[in-house]
T-cell receptor, first 117, second 116 residues
Framework: GAVVSQHPSRVICKSGTSVKIECRSLDFQATTMFWYRQFPKQSLMLMATSNEGSKATYEQGVEKDKFLINHASLTLSTLTVTSAHPEDSSFYIC?????????????FGQGTRLTVV | AQKVTQAQTEISVVEKEDVTLDCVYE???????LFWYKQPPSGELVFLIRRNSFDEQNEISGRYSWNFQKSTSSFNFTITASQVVDSAVYFC?????????????FGKGTMLLVSP
């Protein structure tokens, strides 16, 4: 099956710094990728839809200047948490679907656990 | 708007017991897809099953089985003879069928604890 790789799996950063998370589709080209956020013991909440070559679509309440998404190629989307604060500490996970395969399972990356100190 | 409800926050069973995880969904679409994912402590999401709205056949895969009933908008998941390795959070999710890239709406998840 298709594989989505996310890096890093775990990151600790200082408050005020920025952190970049990468999501790669390894054996298919993903025109669309999704970014989710999960707080401890809670569900996954969609943050934004990343579209290759165009601006991301953000869900209501998600600050686009805070969470910068770039989808520069068909195999890579990045999420940058800018000026991170402790409340940004969370589990971030991306997913992608193979083009042309309608509503197949979404393939998920391994997730990134961000801790801001 | 679509919604997924997993009323059971946490379930504890002893190994070899059968356990059923409930999932109730809401959607206005006639075409939709239902999913179950497993999230072990490591965090990754493991795909378990996808079912479309036109296929109400129950499915069995080893110790796992799923009961899809449109009449009650439910898609329940049963683990037979549970094992310690089944301990994880299980998410039910819904995707509406209007777009090939429609997003997944997740339930809040059910944490399953299987003790020896």
């Amino acid at each position: 099956g298709a594989v989505v790789s996310q890096h890093p799996s775990r990151v600790i950063c200082k408050s005020g710094t920025s952190v970049k998370i990468e999501c790669r589709s390894l054996d298919f080209q993903a025109t669309t990728m999704f970014w989710y956020r999960q707080f401890p013991k809670q569900s996954l909440m969609l943050m934004a839809t990343s579209n290759e070559g165009s601006k991301a679509t953000y869900e209501q309440g998600v600050e686009k200047d805070k969470f910068l998404i770039n989808h520069a190629s068909l195999t890579l989307s990045t999420l940058t948490v800018t000026s991170a604060h402790p409340e940004d500490s969370s589990f971030y996970i991306c997913s992608a679907r193979e083009p042309g395969r309608v509503n197949t399972e979404a393939f998920f990356g391994q997730g990134t656990r961000l801790t801001v100190v | 708007a679509q919604k997924v409800t997993q009323a059971q926050t946490e379930i504890s069973v002893v190994e070899k017991e059968d356990v059923t995880l409930d999932c109730v969904y809401e959607t206005r679409d006639t075409t939709y897809y239902l999913f179950w994912y497993k999230q072990p402590p490591s965090g990754e999401l493991v795909f378990l099953i996808r079912r479309n709205s036109f296929d109400e056949q129950n499915e069995i895969s080893g110790r796992y089985s799923w009961n899809f009933q449109k009449s009650t908008s439910s898609f329940n998941f049963t683990i037979t003879a549970s094992q310690v390795v089944d301990s994880a959070v299980y998410f039910c999710a819904l995707s509406e069928g209007r777009s090939g890239y429609s997003t997944l709406t997740f339930g809040k998840g059910t944490m399953l604890l299987v003790s020896p």
